[in-house]
């Protein structure tokens, strides 16, 4: 069936710090990937999708490609914030699907100031 | 503010009872997810309907059931529960339910099984 891996966390980076967080999926024909933000004490949050091989998605300096020759929609930033410190979740969408997102572990991102 | 609205926003219980859980999806959107987040299983799909359908089912145990009224509002319904169903019980919902329009997520339901 349809998987997402993402990288474990928890991950604590200085404010300004480079961001990656990796993320890999395993899913049959050509689905939409996603990243979802989860802040303390809410629901996730739409952060970027990337629908097709190639496509970019960007959203608040957040950025993602979609790599169908590595199966990779890694999240970068180039420079974070104490803000940005959240739970991030890769996942996916099977093309034809009736919209089942299927969500990696989550990454709990913690930014000091 | 996504607009999705879920209550309670804290639910404590015992084994063995029976507990139901509510969304209400953004204005216009006929569509209603549930989803499953607890720290061993991650986030898990139980459930969707589609304008008062049932569409698709995931995880969702015997134990739950769901349903979708004429108001498009949704409960989810948990009995005889476990130590286990303890979580954060997510609703989410969209304009349709196929093609690329984005899920909206409520803040969650946290239930506690004591």
């Known amino acids: 069936g349809d998987s997402v891996t993402q990288m474990e966390g928890p991950v604590t980076l200085s404010e300004e710090a480079f961001l990656t967080i990796n993320c890999t999926y395993t899913a049959t024909g050509y689905p939409s990937l996603f990243w979802y933000v989860q802040y303390p004490g809410e629901g996730l949050q739409l952060l970027l999708k990337?629908?097709?091989?190639?496509d970019k998605g960007s959203n608040k300096g957040f950025e993602a490609t979609y790599r169908k020759e590595t199966t990779s929609f890694h999240l970068e930033k180039g420079s974070v914030q104490v803000s940005d410190s959240a739970v991030y979740f890769c996942?996916?969408?099977?093309?034809?699907?009736?919209?089942?997102?299927?969500f990696g572990s989550g990454t709990q991102l913690t930014v000091l100031p | 503010d996504s607009g999705v609205t879920q209550t309670p926003k804290h639910l404590i219980t015992a084994t063995g009872q029976r507990v139901t859980l509510r969304c209400s999806p953004r204005?216009?959107?006929?569509?209603v997810y549930w989803y499953q987040q607890s720290l061993d299983q991650g986030l898990q799909f139980l459930i969707h309907?589609?304008?008062?359908?049932?569409?698709a089912k995931g995880n969702i145990l015997e134990r739950f059931s769901a349903q979708q009224f004429p108001d498009l509002h949704s409960e989810l319904n948990l009995s005889s529960l476990e130590l286990g169903d303890s979580a954060l019980y997510f609703c989410a919902s969209s304009v349709s339910g196929t093609g690329d329009s984005p899920l909206h997520f409520g803040n969650g339901t946290r239930l506690t099984v004591t």
């Open positions: 309907y589609y304008n008062g359908e049932e569409r």
């Open positions: 990337a629908t097709k091989a190639d």
């Open positions: 996942a996916l969408i099977r093309s034809g699907s009736a919209r089942q997102l299927t």
């Open positions: 204005s216009g959107d006929l569509s």
